[in-house]
């Protein structure tokens, strides 16, 4: 069999409201995710029969960063889907690697993603869309918004995904996207915790100033209620408004106490081009919609005076 080959692209969230924390520890959200023309490579290779379980799957990698063992989510992906089929060969991935890690653009999600596409057409397999998001699901929230292709809806702690309406994606796709990241990465799981911890903080602060109505309920400062989230996103996709009017991400204030230098970055950029930069996801990746008109070498510029010559910049466009 030949090898197969599969794109595995980079995601920003151009609308990110964490609603609060669930029952299991995970967080519900609702969101717009689109992904980019930017993005890894993973070729995936069949190697035959035999081998025993544990040795059923290799990855090589450019990136020395990335682990290689059971805990890289393309193995996970990989895994779920030969116990979901059946399929026993042994497959080598080598996974080309240019989105940053620890960036919240998706990379390891999408690189699953992609390993599931990869092996469905490698093994003839034949799973429908819905069965590969259902495997996606169990691998990573964010897994299953790579296989839709284009702009998504996003509920649930992710895993709930919908294609965003023809008309309302049609207002994102082909929209030029500049991404930076600073040379340091932020854990999604650390970012998650702050939140709950700050609102937590938050709530109790308020509910011992508020003598006058001790049993009344209240949204921890910080998130944001399902129904504003739903309420304002669908008016954005009913409406005409631009991308920019979609903007939103309420884990900003959480990661910005501690890292300092995306805000000033992001107000730099907004003072002096006029641009909404903003966060991805949980950072330490930014990104921002670039007009026609963009001076985008004076930008890139701005970010490199700012975060130093070894940062990650790169130009791109929403799939």
Known sequence: MKPVTVF????????????????DGY????????????????????????????????????????????????????????????????????????IPLGAGLGGGSSNAAAALLALNQLSGAGLSRDRLMALAAQVGSDC??????????????????????????????GRRVLLFKPNFSIRTAWAYERMAACTGASAAATARADKSAPGAARAPAGYLSAAEAERRLAAWIAGKAGAEELLFNNLEPVVFRKFIALPALLERLQTRFGLAPRMSGSGSAC?????????????????????????????????
Do not use: Y
């Open 287 to 319: 990104f921002v919609l670039l007009p026609d008109d963009a001076p985008v070498e004076e930008i890139i510029g701005s970010v490199r005076e700012a975060w130093g010559p070894l940062c990650f910049v790169h130009p791109t466009v929403i799939a």
């Open 27 to 98: 967080h519900d959200l609702v969101s717009v995710a689109a992904p980019l023309e930017f993005g890894d490579q993973l070729i995936a290779e069949a190697k035959g029969e035999g081998r025993k379980a544990k040795d059923q799957f290799s990855l090589e990698c450019d990136d020395p960063e990335v682990p290689r063992d059971e805990t890289n989510l393309v193995a996970k992906a990989a895994r779920r889907f030969c116990e979901a089929t059946g399929w026993k060969a042994a497959v080598a991935f080598r996974l080309t690697k240019r």
């Open 8 to 23: 595995s692209p980079a995601k920003i969230n151009l609308f990110l409201a964490i609603t609060g924390q669930r029952a």
């Open 144 to 173: 299953p918004l790579f296989l839709p292709g284009g702009p998504v809806l996003m509920r649930g702690r992710g895993e709930q995904v919908e294609s965003l309406p023809a008309a309302a994606a049609g207002r994102l796709r």
